[in-house]
């Protein structure tokens, strides 16, 4: 007798747990009163400068709260600090996802650290808006959750060797890259483009993100007699690269990706030296004192709701990735889910934020492109030496 009574309580135990949680299960992501949004960024650690990326996103979704939300549902958003470690992207990302349920990523700083949750999330049919990264990896082949606004690295570095050799009428190149998907697709492309023209790089040299002593680097440069050296590295170790150059008595023409774009950080962490030594960068976005109606609304805004921010490349950059889920997410209406907001994510057609504009498909969800190349002014101001070029002999699969 007691063992059926115990056999009938273990069976209503058990129904109990398997119920409760999907009785109690809310849709994924949102509920009817907030969409939860996430994004990981290195705030603190080597790249640094690039969390204000996220921080950038954070604005975009405060106005939207402020003008009603999405179809009156407020934004609930996310940062995650993983110190540009893909082993504490990872961490961050299956919390969010796990513990927060987030509806969707937007941005996300770093090739590695990326390509590190970039699977998981596209198993759990996440939606992920934006890598900040033009790595090949994240739109070749296809990923139907992930959708990239970057440029790809190729392009960038092959437009950026073509102008060190067409208009500066540089022969001795040398090529600086971090040991990653980000380096080595701009050190492959950059190799790529110099065979073309019949030249080589003169030096190529390998930095690990955590890397602080970069003098034996810059040596092997100098020794090489590098003109000009094309950069595909982090915030910090640019300055340091750049410092140590000038320590050795040694001034080379610096081009460096897009990512490095944020001319009034670059200046500051140099001391001046990024302006002086009038750095080159590609670009792929408006200015940011463009009076564009969009532009000036963004930064009145940042004025008011985020006042001990510094309106920027980077800060901006967080708006730029943000901008086409919003869209998609206005578009679906009240019938909000993953499935309709990706069908509207693979229609967008000229889309035009303040970033590049964008044309995805369900067969393409590669970045534009075409960059522009600026030059970094000597108050830090933007300076354009070639208006929006497309990459001609891309490598990459169409």
């Known amino acids: 007798m007691k063992k059926k009574i115990f056999c009938g309580m273990a069976a209503v135990i058990l129904a109990f747990l398997i119920v409760i949680p999907l009785s109690y299960a809310a849709p994924k992501g949102f509920d ?8 990981w960024g290195p705030q603190t650690g080597p790249a640094a400068p690039w969390g204000s990326v996220a921080r950038g996103s954070k604005l975009l979704f405060d106005i939207v709260n402020e003008e009603g939300g999405i179809n009156g549902r407020q934004i609930k958003y996310f940062i995650r600090d993983d110190q540009y470690n893909p082993s504490q992207t990872k961490l961050a990302v299956k919390e969010l996802v796990e513990r927060k349920g987030v509806f969707a990523f937007v941005g996300g700083v770093g090739s590695s650290c990326g390509l590190a949750v970039k699977d998981y999330l596209s198993k759990n049919k996440v939606i992920w808006v934006g890598p900040c990264s033009g790595a090949e990896d994240f739109f070749e082949p296809v990923d139907p959750y992930v959708w ?11 437009i950026l060797t073509k102008y060190a050799v067409e208009k500066m009428n540089f022969k001795k190149i040398g090529f600086f890259y971090q040991n990653d998907s980000y380096g080595k697709d701009g050190l492959d492309a950059a190799k790529y483009r110099l065979e073309t023209m019949g030249l080589k790089l003169v030096e190529e040299v390998p930095v690990e993100p955590t890397e602080k002593d970069l003098s034996s680097q810059m040596a092997k440069f100098q020794a090489a007699g590098a003109e000009a050296i094309i950069a595909f590295i982090s915030p910090v170790q640019a300055a340091i690269a750049l410092k140590t150059c000038i320590t050795l008595g040694y001034h080379p023409q610096w081009l460096h990706s897009y990512n490095l774009s944020d001319y009034l950080l670059m200046n500051m962490i140099t ?8 750095v080159i960068t590609s670009g792929f976005t408006e200015t940011p004192y463009s009076d564009s109606p969009l532009m000036v609304k963004y930064r009145e805004a940042a004025k008011r709701l985020a006042p001990e921010e510094r309106w920027a490349i980077f800060y901006m950059a967080g708006i730029v990735v943000g901008e086409p889920l919003v869209w998609a997410m206005k578009e679906v209406g009240q019938n909000l889910s993953t499935e309709a907001v990706k ?17 995805w498909t369900a067969e393409n969800h ?9 030059k970094c002014g000597p108050n830090a101001e933007t300076i354009l030496l070639q208006d929006w070029a497309v990459n001609e002999i891309p490598r990459y699969k169409k």
């Open 271 to 278: 001391g001046g030296l990024w302006a002086k030594e009038g």
């Open 32 to 39: 009817d009163k907030e969409i939860r949004i996430g994004q």
């Open 148 to 158: 990239v606004l970057w440029p790809p690295y190729e392009d960038d570095s092959s």
């Open 366 to 374: 590669r970045g534009p492109s075409a960059v522009v190349v600026w």
């Open 343 to 359: 069908q509207k994510l693979d229609s967008i057609s000229n889309f035009k934020g303040i970033g590049p504009p964008l044309n």
